[in-house]
């Protein structure tokens, strides 16, 4: 297993790009290490594709994420661990701090098959 820790940005980062026989994410933790709530957003993107927030309610450009506009409450950390996510080769993970506030450290356990 191997760990990695992301500061997250405005923008989409990537947290886990899925190795050439593919990679388990087994638990991700987003950790608020500010006073401020902050809100996050997080994809799971297909090879060769990015974040694609897209307008509310347009399914064919809301595909990729699977977290939107969660809550991370200061000093406190949300945990993505119900189910396990298999990355085929290239596919990402990815995450963003959908405002300003807060301060927020992902950390990720995963796996490369």
Do not use: H, W
Request: hydrophobic content about 40%; aromatic content about 4%; glycine content about 8%.
């Amino acid at each position: 297993m191997a760990i990695t820790n992301i500061t997250l940005a405005a923008t989409p980062t990537v947290l886990v790009t899925g190795a050439s026989s593919g990679t388990a994410i087994t638990v991700c933790f987003f950790c608020n290490n500010s006073t401020e709530d902050a809100t996050i957003n997080v994809y799971l993107c297909a090879t060769g594709t990015g974040a694609n927030q897209g307008d509310v309610g347009d399914s064919t450009t809301n595909l990729n994420i699977i977290l939107r506009e969660v809550t991370v409450e200061a000093k406190d950390t949300y945990i993505l661990d119900t189910e396990k996510m298999i990355l085929d080769s290239g596919a990402t993970l990815q995450a963003e701090q959908a405002d300003s506030s807060g301060q927020v450290v992902v950390t990720v356990s995963k796996l490369d098959l």
